[in-house]
């Protein structure tokens, strides 16, 4: 089955600055690869995703790029903002069936 | 819309109590899921549901049972607590496997 890494497991940034979390996937078979924010006492909350016909897609001051030759993508945060700080999780599945598998989480800190 | 709610928010059992979680949804969803959410493991899928009346295994479904008798509601249960079960549940919904899935705010359980 899908097995997903993910890294860092906490991490600390200046607001302002730019978070970069990565996460690998083993199952080629993966084409979906959504990521989750969860804030303190609250449930996971998708915030961006992308399918392995795109290479790396916007929202605003939040990107995630996908290299399926080296089977891993990443979540990419700019100018951060003290609401950014939230639990991370990736996930990747075979979009037919499969089902979600998730990262173990990256703790995001952003301290003004 | 409420999205997806989940009763009870906390609870406390002690070795070899019952109980059920609900997990209600109001958006017409097909599929439901629970979760477990544990430090450093991320979400692990216990059951799911691809419609009324059907479940199916997620990856760590012992000691675990579930029900969809009505298409907006998924219950868990769990027949004799055990301390392993602590843990933060989450139920999720989505319309269909390959849409987001939404998740509910979650239930805090502690076995002791």
């Known amino acids: 089955g899908e097995n997903v890494e993910q890294h860092p497991s906490t991490l600390s940034v200046q607001e302002g600055d730019s978070a970069v979390i990565k996460c690998t996937y083993s199952d080629s078979a993966s084409n979906y690869f959504p990521w989750y924010k969860q804030e303190l006492g609250k449930g996971p909350q998708l915030i961006i995703d992308?399918?392995?016909?795109?290479g790396e897609k916007k929202d605003q001051r939040i990107a995630v790029t996908l290299n399926k030759t080296a089977k891993h993508f990443s979540l990419h945060i700019t100018e951060t903002q003290p609401e950014d700080s939230a639990v991370y999780f990736c996930?990747?599945?075979?979009?037919?069936?499969?089902?979600?598998?998730f990262g173990a989480g990256t703790q995001v800190v952003v301290t003004p | 819309n409420a999205g997806v709610t989940q009763t009870p928010k906390f609870r406390v059992l002690k070795t070899g109590q019952s109980m059920t979680l609900l997990c209600a949804q109001d958006m017409n969803h097909e599929y439901m899921y629970w979760y477990r959410q544990d430090p450093g493991m991320g979400l692990r899928l216990i059951h799911y549901s691809v419609g009324e009346g059907t479940t199916a295994k997620g990856e760590v479904p012992d000691g675990y049972n579930v029900s969809r008798l009505k298409k907006q509601n998924f219950l868990l249960g769990l027949e004799s607590a055990a301390p392993s079960q602590t843990s933060v549940y989450f139920c999720?919904?989505?319309?269909?496997?390959?849409?987001?899935?939404?998740f509910g705010p979650g239930t805090r359980l502690t076995v002791l």
């Open positions: 999720a919904s989505s319309f269909t496997m390959e849409r987001e899935q939404f």
């Open positions: 992308i399918r392995s016909n795109v």
């Open positions: 996930a990747a599945k075979e979009d037919s069936w499969g089902k979600l598998q």
